[in-house]
């Protein structure tokens, strides 16, 4: 009996293989030990695929933002179609299981590749869809941002997204821009400087009174705040969007619902953060002085995905904040 022993890249990209197999002959993408994902209706022509809430890994092929799906007369348009040329793919086959419509065009919502750099599977297929973007996002991503986070994914995955480039955003998105892709109406928001990031845009769907908030808002799971962005304008972004009065809300990362249940816990995550900082700030306590405290007020947070992770930052980046605003 001859037996063939696969290395471990050849293994890895079986293991690809399969998972692209099972998504054309079951009802869900299938990754194997973390989940099935598909679109799923949260309003009228209007679909979310919630991705897993873990880090990108070899595990989840690199996987975990929210793309969205709205499906017009004459075609469809996807928001944040995820992080890898094959993740892109999968997305692909999914819309495909809903919709033979043609992709017409793509919002990317910031510059973190974990959401855009699929935007290479839908140009293969879709040569002509429009992709927009913030300006600064396009700016940055063209600037080595997009290298870094192709980069980023292949480290993240052990090179299971080996193959995938930055494919860019093609037209620039701005705030209050009306855009209309075939019988589809978006508006983008983006009323401060910085947020998340200095690249961030909202699309809202007027037609179904949907919001896409990429990851000024994330449920269920904690985002980073890097060099460029800001708590208190997310504090603020994140107002705005409630204030919109809109009838469902998606994140970059965790389930959509209405703004009770999916702005509102990531909002007040924020407030209690600033809270105890100004508080800390005033005793002149240091972030690590002031952290065991704000762990047991922030209770209800400690299931979220990255808290351990990501509290102490989130101090450290707050107290700074507010240091500079001198409260």
Known sequence: MNITILNGKTMKKLIFIITCTLSTITNAWVIDGVGE??????????????????????????FMNNPGLIVGDSG????????????????IYEIEKITDKPILAVFNTHVHGDHWLGNQAITEKYPNAIIYAHPEMISQAKSGEGDVWVGIMESMTDGISK???????????????????GSEKFIIHSPTEKSHTNTDIMVEHFNSKTLFLGDND??????????TSDMHSNIEVLRYAI???????????????NAANSVYPFLDYLSSVREEVIKGYEEDLSDYEIKPTAIKILSKYHHWSGFEEQIGLHINKMLM???????
Not at 41 to 58: I, Q, W, Y
Not at 76 to 91: F, L
Not at 219 to 227: E, I, N, Q, T
């Open 37 to 62: 994902y598909k679109f799923e209706k949260v309003a009228v022509n209007v679909f979310v695929m919630h991705g897993p809430l873990d880090e990108p890994r070899s595990q989840n092929l690199g």
């Open 76 to 91: 469809v348009t996807v928001i944040d179609p995820g992080s890898t040329y094959g993740v892109g793919k999968n997305v």
């Open 163 to 181: 193959g995938t480039v930055a494919v860019y955003p093609t037209k620039e998105a701005y705030h209050l821009q009306d855009i209309n892709v």
């Open 218 to 227: 994330t449920v269920d799971r904690l985002a980073r705040f890097a060099g």
């Open 243 to 257: 204030d919109l009065k809109l009838n469902y809300y998606v994140p970059g990362h965790g389930q959509s619902g």
């Open 321 to 327: 904040e507010v240091e500079s605003l001198d409260f």
